[in-house]
Each structure stands twice: as structure tokens, then as C-alpha cells.
């Protein structure tokens, strides 16, 4: 049976809570990346999304202009987005349990945590589909 740590990402980039909305944005645009695990030092605190972010700022039927709402989001920092709760796995957990906690509970990736809490990788919808296209048999 496959486990997490032969599918996971890896040492995933991650931004630091105090870091603002706005950096986070960047960051997700430059990398091309949908989610960034949180840290505070050297610890994993949460987990914020571009969904969050979405959720986050104000709609475009807000009275702010675009630079009022620039300006919020550069000052507020990502630990006001994130979840600091998220699912989490360990390296050792089956590809099929990680799975099933991504299905069950209608997310798109979990973080991967050792047994001292630390982040080792993180574990998307698109691993899991790439350990689904090499196990599975060609027909």
C-alpha cells in the first residue's frame, strides 16, 4: 500500500503569519500555487487559500476603491485569513485515508506534518490524481 510521503510536495513554500494578504497574493500568483501552509518562526500554524483570500477581501460591489482596498490588504496579515485548524497527515499515512479525508470533507490538499508537529509537505488533489494515473493498470 502507498503512503503520503511517496506522493506528497515536499518542503512546500510557506509565508509567515505576519506576512500581509497582499504577499500571500503574490506569492500564489508568481508560483502558480492555490494554497500556502502558514508558519510563525519556524512552526506550522495554519493553512491560508486563494479561497480564503477570495472569501477574505471585499466584493466588487464594495464603496472602496481599488486603492483603499489594496491598502487593507497590505495591512492586514495572513494569520487574519488562514485557518488555523486544517487537516493534517502524517508521511506515514495511507494514500487512500488521505484521500478519503480530501473527499469527505470537500477540500483540495492537506498538510503533512511529522511526529513533532513540524511541516514536511503537503499533499493536493493533483498528487493524488498522479498517484491514481501511475498505479492504476492502462487499458
Not at 33 to 44: A, E, Q, W
Not at 72 to 100: C, G, H, Q, W, Y
Request: aromatic content about 6%; overall charge neutral.
Amino acid at each position: 500500500m502507498t503512503n503520503v510521503a511517496e506522493w506528497m510536495t515536499p518542503n512546500p513554500i510557506t509565508i509567515d503569519a505576519g506576512c500581509s494578504i497582499i504577499e500571500a497574493i503574490h506569492m500564489m500568483k508568481e508560483r502558480k500555487i492555490r494554497r500556502l501552509p502558514v508558519t510563525r518562526g519556524n512552526r506550522f500554524v495554519g493553512v491560508v487559500t486563494d479561497r480564503m483570500i477570495m472569501e477574505y477581501t471585499p466584493s466588487k460591489a464594495t464603496s472602496l476603491d481599488t486603492w483603499e482596498v489594496h491598502y487593507l490588504l497590505a495591512k492586514t496579515p495572513v494569520s487574519e485569513a488562514m485557518n488555523p485548524k486544517p487537516f493534517t497527515v502524517t508521511p506515514d499515512t495511507p494514500l487512500i485515508e488521505a484521500a478519503r479525508i480530501i473527499h469527505d470533507n470537500k477540500i483540495y490538499g492537506l498538510c503533512v506534518l511529522n511526529e513533532g508537529g513540524d511541516l514536511v509537505g503537503i499533499l493536493t488533489t493533483s498528487n493524488i490524481l498522479e498517484a491514481l494515473i501511475a498505479l492504476c493498470p492502462k487499458s
